[in-house]
């Protein structure tokens, strides 16, 4: 039956399915526009804690986001030229990208982003991925605190990998970086690098040969743009030369024009 279900009939099935599960907004409006509840459908999603979906609301949710990813257009590595040393820069929604594994910028709870409707990546992974990305995660952080103790929170530059379930890629590398609170310092600056480092062994270690980076710690987390784009390009030349065949394309995804134009003055 749900396969004979329209885009708009899905939308509305999950909204008043999503409204029902949450406690707090049970009897929250639907707004009657097309675009108002694809806003209130991804703010509940946003809130929703790590906890049990039934399956056929699971089963429409997949089918709604996967259909609203084909619809924004998905962008094959084909599609991306390779600038040098199997570099590429490519601006857009991350989410779009059919690579083997993309690069979350992570806060150290590693369940996503709580606030409905942020712009920030790690909302706009986990809502496009669904709601199972911030069921894993918090299933892997609750085994590192039963190793760890209950106040374990990731540290800065150590990745964690999970599934990608209705993006187009594989993988999700999920990756706290370092916090510029008032000046940039030479730790600071080696903890990005070791974001990239880390990130790129793991996706050796996991057979993942094609990874796109977001711009790792700049926005809210305060590190210069510049600096932030010169470190991502010397860190990611220097493994791809001592890793030869390991990895075979590194995309450095930008969304804003700044951001692009570091890039291209490091890469050509």
């Known amino acids: 039956m749900n396969k004979k279900m329209t885009q708009a009939e899905r939308l509305d099935f999950l909204v008043e399915a999503f409204k029902a599960d949450s406690e707090q907004y049970k009897t929250i409006e639907t707004p009657a526009d097309m675009d108002g509840k694809r806003r209130l459908l991804r703010s509940l999603m946003n809130i929703r804690i790590p906890k049990k979906l039934d399956d056929s609301v699971l089963a429409l949710q997949d089918e709604y986001l996967r259909e609203r990813i084909r619809e924004n257009g ?104 370092p916090i510029v609170a008032r000046r940039l310092t030479p730790a600071l600056e080696k903890d990005l690098s070791d974001c990239y480092t880390n990130t790129l062994d793991l996706c050796a270690k996991n057979d993942l040969k094609s990874v796109a980076f977001c711009c790792i710690s700049t926005g809210v987390f305060c590190f210069p743009n510049k600096r932030a784009a010169e470190i991502a390009v010397e860190t990611v030349e220097k493994w791809l030369k001592e890793h030869k065949g390991a990895v075979d394309r590194v995309i450095f995804n930008v969304f804003k024009d700044e951001d692009k134009a570091y890039y291209e003055e490091y890469l050509y």
Not at 90 to 103: E, P
Not at 116 to 131: E, K, L, Q, R, S
């Open 74 to 177: 998905i962008v094959d590595l084909g599609d991306i030229s390779v600038i040098r040393d199997r570099m590429s820069i490519w601006q857009g929604d991350i989410t779009r990208l059919a690579v083997d594994a993309i690069v979350n910028a992570a806060n150290s709870q590693m369940l996503g982003c709580f606030v409905p409707m942020h712009t920030c990546i790690d909302n706009c992974i986990h809502t496009f991925a669904g709601v199972q990305l911030r069921a894993e995660c918090a299933r892997q952080m609750k085994e590192l605190r039963d190793k760890y103790g209950a106040d374990y929170e990731q540290p800065t530059a150590v990745p964690m990998l999970t599934d990608a379930y209705n993006l187009p890629a594989k993988k999700i590398v999920h990756i706290v970086g």
